[in-house]
């Protein structure tokens, strides 16, 4: 039987115990500038599509149910739930990949060097 000691830990390992030192203040303040205006940039976007989605649902209800054919309120009041229930849902599913994404300084510094790799001239 091995014991778990008796295993070399791999290179990840050992980097993964080793603290880090610190980063220096100019090199962290820009990044939490970039990490706050990618977080206010992914609510605005969040908003627009939430916004989108509730003006094509109710554009959808209000052409079904302002059509010239009277629709029966045993129709009508199933579409509106139906309706709000998208709605609901619709805004659960755009807000929760803003919950579940990680938006640290690791990822502001993707963030930056990618835009800078997209902004150099070739």
């Known amino acids: 039987m ?3 000691m008796d ?3 791999s290179a990840k390992e ?15 303040e820009p990044l939490r500038i970039v ?7 992914a609510w605005l976007r969040a908003l627009l599509q939430l916004c989108a989605l509730v003006a094509v649902i109710w554009l959808a209800l209000v052409l079904v149910l302002g059509w010239r054919v009277q629709v029966p309120l045993w129709i009508g009041i199933p579409l509106i739930v139906a309706g709000w229930a998208a709605v609901i849902y619709g805004a ?3 807000f929760r990949r803003l ?6 300084l ?4 993707r963030l930056s060097s990618v835009s800078s ?3 150099r001239p070739s």
């Open 99 to 104: 919950y579940r994404r990680r938006r640290g």
């Open 2 to 4: 091995t014991d778990v």
């Open 35 to 41: 990490a706050a205006r990618a977080r206010i940039l």
């Open 117 to 119: 790799h997209a902004a």
């Open 7 to 9: 295993q070399p830990a």
């Open 14 to 28: 050992i980097t993964a115990r080793l603290p880090l030192p610190p980063l220096p203040e100019r090199v962290v």
């Open 106 to 109: 690791a990822a502001a510094a």
């Open 92 to 94: 659960y599913r755009i």
